[in-house]
């Protein structure tokens, strides 16, 4: 295999995940990792696994996805999210805060969660 075909397999990973094909998406996501750990390939793993209810192992994609680039918003944000369902509160509120440190645009879109946190 070529680590070209890592994009091949997110794109495809990417359409079975809009397509409600969660265990497709995530056999594509993992074999794009296999040939090219990319963080947005972990990023699309673990909202695909946050889907299946997967928390543990969305927490893990996204913490993945923020140590390879230190500055994706989104994986915070969905890592607080997760961490939030998860009854993580103090965790949750720190990650909000990074993400929102990093883009202030997403504070709108995470509200409903930012008020479990009160």
Known sequence: M???????Y???GQARQ???DLDGAISDYDKAIELKPDAGVY?????ARQARNELKEALSD???AIELEPGMAQAYANRAV?????????EARHDFETAFKL???LRESFTKFLERLK
């Not at 070529?2 to 994009?7: N, Q």
């Not at 997760?82 to 103090?90: E, F, G, H, I, S």
């Open 18 to 20: 809009s397509l409600k």
């Open 2 to 8: 070529v680590p070209d075909f890592a994009d091949a």
């Open 82 to 90: 997760v961490r939030t369902l998860q009854n993580q509160k103090a």
């Open 62 to 64: 996204y913490s993945k």
């Open 10 to 12: 997110v794109n495809r």
């Open 103 to 105: 883009d202030p645009a």
């Open 43 to 47: 990023y699309a793993r673990g909202t």
